[in-house]
């Protein structure tokens, strides 16, 4: 029941997939007292110490750890997950079957699935993890609470299949179905696994299980010896607190661990000069550069792909995010159901985008280097970012020089957060350097629908309907 959307165009002068990076010891090296010419010795193991931040608790329902959300996916399961193409494919799932026009759908459970104290998985621990995440529907209570918007009720049919009753026939997809589902017999009601925070104990359905937990300093997870997968685990990971990024390198330098993760743009001069590997992937996380469409100037299309050839993206991710990202063509996610290969918008060609303007009828009658309106009133733009991001400072920077090229007017308001969203929902802009972060599922809607107010004012009537 899902559908699939193929946009010709995005108002966007640039998307930008911010890139993370997992860092991790590339030797270890003994050394021996005394010696100048030590000889280095390799040494491998399968075990991995990972760097963690601070967390609140291990509860999938309440955290709000980033960390500790991708630690769960080692543990928990899903009726479904994502594959690297954001394809659903089912986990826990083994069929399922819509009905009502799409507005149920019923899901028959695997076989033999046991969770990691034996006890076997139930329809009566999907129903009550459906039952428990909708206490956060629409929420930001639970990282898996917007997962819960079009679950109606779930209710059992018998022991090993549920019917899930959707508000709509749209919005029920299966990505909406990737939350862990928890054990039911673990907790004394709905209410009791909504709240229960410290002394945690995470019980799944996964590959890996809880090993060792040292309070909040530590947690050490083994292989699941009775997985139901094709694949079962036999090193152990262990996740350590750490105060800060800085904290983290030092103790890969030492090997006091072997991995961390880093999202931040600093990392090249952070691990600059250590004997590390850097493996670099595209985030969840998009930065976007985006037109207002419902003003005059901008609504001209012809405009918005001059401004977009005459903007230099490469320029723009170099300077200003210092390289970590990957140019994108439009707003879907690297490798989104297997398409959006990284490229840019637009190839940059100033020459191009002054003779796009001048031939959309925008001239320098003034003869003042700058580019005038119809009533002859230098055209300028407003372009807007959030304060305190020293990221989006420099893009909006670049992206003034780039429009004085194109004899475009532009000036940089700074906001402070409520303001700067305020402004984007009222339209009180003419560009924004924004950003989003995307969860499971990639649902795009607050970007391309207008009957959500969309920040660059279009209109799709083929997606406002779907």
């Known amino acids: 029941m899902s559908s699939t959307i193929r946009l010709k165009r995005i108002s966007v002068i640039l998307v930008l997939f911010l890139m993370s990076s997992m860092i991790g010891c590339q030797q270890a090296t003994e050394f021996f007292t005394g010696e100048e010419d030590a000889t280095p010795v390799m040494k491998t193991s399968t075990d991995i110490s990972v760097a ?7 509860n999938p329902v309440k955290n709000k750890s980033e960390d500790i959300f991708y630690m769960e996916k080692l543990v928990y399961e899903g009726l479904f997950r994502l594959n690297d193409e954001y394809l659903p494919e089912p986990v826990l799932a083994e069929s399922w079957e819509y009905a009502d026009n799409g507005t149920t759908l019923t899901i028959n459970l695997k076989e033999g699935v046991l969770w990691h104290d034996d006890k076997p998985l139930t329809a009566e621990d999907v129903k009550f993890s459906i039952e428990v995440y909708l206490r956060s529907k629409n929420s930001a209570e639970s990282l898996h609470g917007m997962l819960m918007s079009n679950i109606k009720s779930v209710k059992t049919v018998g022991k090993s299949a549920v019917k899930i009753e959707f508000v709509y026939n749209t919005e029920n997809t299966l990505e909406c179905l990737t939350f862990p589902i928890i054990p039911k017999h673990k907790f004394n ?15 799944g359905t996964g590959p890996y299980k809880i090993g060792e937990i040292f309070g909040t300093r530590s947690i050490k997870l083994v292989g699941n010896d009775k997985y139901h997968g094709t694949k079962i685990p036999t090193n152990t990971i262990d996740f350590k607190r750490v105060p800060d990024k800085f904290a983290a390198v030092e103790l890969l330098h030492i090997y006091d661990i072997n991995a961390m993760i880093s999202k931040g743009n600093d990392r090249g001069s952070l691990f600059a000069g250590k004997s590390l590997n850097i493996i670099n992937f595209p985030s969840n996380e998009a930065e976007v550069v985006g037109f207002n469409t419902s003003k005059p100037f901008l609504s001209d299309l012809r405009i918005r792909k001059a401004i977009a050839q005459g903007i230099d993206a490469t320029q723009i991710l170099d300077d200003a995010y210092m390289g970590n990202g990957v140019l994108s063509k439009n707003i879907f996610p690297i490798h989104y159901y297997g398409g959006n290969p ?8 100033v020459s191009a985008a002054n003779k796009a303007i001048a031939e959309a009828g925008y001239y320098d009658t003034n003869k003042d280097t700058k580019i005038d309106d119809m009533e002859g009133e230098n ?17 909006a920077q670049s992206i003034k020089t780039s429009l004085e090229k194109l004899k475009i007017g532009s ?10 969203t305020a402004a984007i929902n009222n339209g009180d802009y003419d560009l924004y350097v924004g950003g989003f972060s995307l969860a499971d599922p990639m649902n795009l809607d607050f970007m391309l629908k207008s009957t959500i107010n969309n920040p660059a004012k279009l209109t799709f009537l083929s997606i406002d309907t779907t």
Do not use: C, H
Not at 342 to 349: G, K, M, Q, S, T
Not at 379 to 395: F, M, P, T, V, Y
Not at 411 to 420: E, R
């Open 411 to 420: 000036y940089i308001i700074q906001m402070d957060w409520p303001t700067y």
């Open 379 to 395: 055209i300028s733009l407003k372009i807007i970012i959030n304060e305190g991001d020293e990221a989006r400072l420099l893009a």
């Open 52 to 58: 963690i931040s601070n967390f609140e608790t291990l």
């Open 342 to 349: 990284p490229e840019p918008l637009a190839i940059y060609d």
């Open 189 to 203: 009601s709905v209410g009791d696994a909504y709240t229960k925070v410290g002394n945690f104990i995470p019980i």
